[in-house]
């Protein structure tokens, strides 16, 4: 005899949200990378559309904007505490930098054993090029209103104070970025090896240390918890036709910067 429909409906797995978090953050500003903008109606939807039991991460970032990663894993926290659904990341190649303090927006982490997770710094980089030009006879010129304007100018010998100036802006972002850490990690931190250097580690040791709960995959971590029936509706940021084909000058840019940010840690995007 033929089941009807609406009893098939009732019989159907529950329903996991799988979030896809890939790629730098906030890389640029062309539409390239991952930003709370970008990122809101679709982790909305996650967590309200189909009455989820759960939301998985699925992380694969080097990093990038702390201020985006703020911005993108306090949303998914309010959205977590308002809907009552847990989340859970899964580390894939890299959760590292600002793709670790996405990972911490989790009630828990999980990752393979060639992940690599953690970087919890603050990085500012540039070049110094002012031996080139004098070498060439090219002469800098630069009128500021204001003397701080031409801070840090890569044409100019560095100036102490510049750096100064530096590190109390990179300081307090980097204490944000280690407040996060601690708050959502809690006790699972390892107390006896300082997390906040910068390091980076491979799976198991990143679990050994804290900053992950165990050696786990998406698909199997999900069944064991919800049974064997669950099923997975799969959230990702929406892009153009030649963006996803790499037709844009934009997206080959992107690229690109992605590729370095990955090539850090060993991974390629």
């Known amino acids: 005899m033929k089941i009807p429909f609406v009893q098939r409906l009732l019989r159907r797995g529950p329903r996991v949200s799988v979030i896809r978090l890939s790629g730098a953050i ?13 990122l809101a109606s679709m982790i909305e939807r ?58 911490c927006a989790a009630d828990d982490i999980w990752a393979d054993d060639s992940s690599v997770l953690g970087s919890i710094g603050v990085i ?13 006879g090219i002469e800098r010129r630069v009128h500021t209103a204001g003397r701080s ?16 100036r530096l590190r109390n802006v990179l300081e307090p972002i980097h204490e944000a970025f280690k407040r996060h850490v601690s708050t959502r990690r809690g006790n699972r931190l390892a107390s006896e090896r300082d997390l906040f250097t910068g ?8 679990v050994r ?14 069944k064991r918890r919800y ?6 509706m799969t959230h990702s940021p929406r892009q153009s036709l030649f963006r996803r084909l790499g037709l844009s000058a934009d997206a080959v840019l992107d690229n690109a910067q992605e590729r370095v940010a990955f090539a850090r840690f060993g991974a390629g995007s």
Do not use: C
Request: charged content about 25%.
């Open 46 to 103: 996650a967590f309200r559309r189909g009455k989820p039991v759960a939301v998985a991460l699925a992380i694969n970032s080097p990093g990038g904007s702390p201020v985006q990663s703020s911005l993108i894993a306090a949303r998914i926290r309010r959205l977590a505490d308002e809907t009552g659904v847990p989340v859970h990341a899964f580390v894939e190649d890299v959760a590292a930098s600002g793709g670790y303090w996405l990972a």
């Open 199 to 206: 390091e980076f580690w491979a799976g198991r040791e990143a």
């Open 26 to 38: 906030g890389m640029s500003g062309r539409g390239g990378g991952l930003s709370d903008v970008a």
């Open 149 to 164: 304007k031409s801070t840090l100018d890569p044409f100019r010998p560095e100036n102490p104070e510049d750096v100064e």
């Open 227 to 232: 049974g064997d029936k669950v099923r997975f």
């Open 124 to 136: 500012s980089a540039g070049f110094g090029f002012q031996d080139l030009i004098a070498r060439w």
């Open 209 to 222: 240390l804290g900053l992950a709960d165990g050696i786990g995959h998406l698909v199997p971590e999900m």
